[in-house]
């Protein structure tokens, strides 16, 4: 059983492909999917494995079978019975503007039964996922403040004036890991969803720390040669699947406070201390 969706959207099919064929980007743009961890390198080829969470479906690993470089991929993940194949198409309208098409196909033995079981939920999801598309392709890229497009003013530099001020008033405050939109240190138009340690503000915008689940200890001498600097930080419900976590130290990031997506938890005053220490003395 097949569901799709088709959506037009005002900009160039090649910026579109851009967002759709970077699954890490998704969750900046669709309340779809909240968490995405490449198995594989990028870009996506035949044979990538990507591990989605998404609300009220299990955690799922989907594996490329299909790439039309800047046009479509088709993915698919299996469960006992059930084979989902999900095909995602970008076609050029005119120079500027593009159609998308978004499809989910459940086949084997209990395909259907599946399709009809999740059928609202994947109209809701096909629909939430067009609508995040067209809106980020359509409107101001992350980094606006107070609505207003605003381009990304570049990483702080020098040693931040940090302060830890956690808070439970659903707003992001220092000393809480929160999700957000991180710029590529090599290109700030470019960019995925990720938590990030707030450590304090510069203006209008929040000074944050970025995380990863990645051992560095396994490549210290190599970050260290590049300049990069990591701090253990440990686990916490910033991470859904309660893996370890570290800082980066050395790059300061700013953030838009309209720009954060969800709180993750509160860091502990020692560990903050300490990943603030480690800041003074990288930026020394």
Request: net charge neutral.
């Amino acid at each position: 059983m097949e569901q799709h969706i088709e959506v037009d959207i005002g900009a160039p099919a090649h910026e579109v492909w851009q967002l759709v064929s970077d699954p890490t980007s998704w969750p900046s743009w669709t309340q779809s999917v909240t968490l995405v961890e490449m198995l594989d390198p990028t870009p996506l080829r035949v044979g990538t494995r990507v591990r989605l969470d998404q609300p009220k479906i299990p955690t799922t690993v989907w594996t490329v079978t299909q790439v039309a470089g800047g046009r479509s991929f088709t993915w698919e993940a299996r469960s006992p019975g059930v084979l989902t194949r999900a095909v995602h198409e970008v076609h050029a309208t005119s120079p500027q503007t593009c159609r998308v098409r978004l499809s989910v196909t459940q086949s084997g033995v209990l395909g259907r039964t599946m399709g009809v079981f999740y059928r609202g939920l994947t109209d809701r999801y096909l629909a939430m996922e067009a609508a995040g598309l067209k809106a980020r392709s359509e409107g101001p890229t992350p980094g606006s403040v107070a609505g207003t497009p605003t381009a990304y003013p570049g990483d702080y530099l020098g040693l931040p004036q940090m302060t830890y001020a956690p808070a439970p008033d659903g707003q992001p405050d220092p000393g809480e890991i929160v999700w957000t939109w991180v710029p590529y240190e090599e290109d700030h138009t470019q960019g995925k969803d990720r938590p990030v340690l707030l450590v304090g503000h510069d203006g209008g915008w929040l000074l944050a720390l970025c995380l990863t689940s990645k051992d560095h200890d396994r490549d210290a001498a190599q970050e260290r040669a590049a300049g990069r600097r990591w701090v253990d930080v440990g686990s916490g419900a910033w991470d859904r699947r309660g893996r370890p976590s570290e800082v980066r130290v050395d790059r300061v990031l700013r953030v838009a406070p309209d720009a954060i997506r969800r709180e993750g938890a509160v860091l502990p005053r020692p560990v903050f201390d300490s990943v603030a220490a480690a800041v003074r003395s990288a930026h020394q």
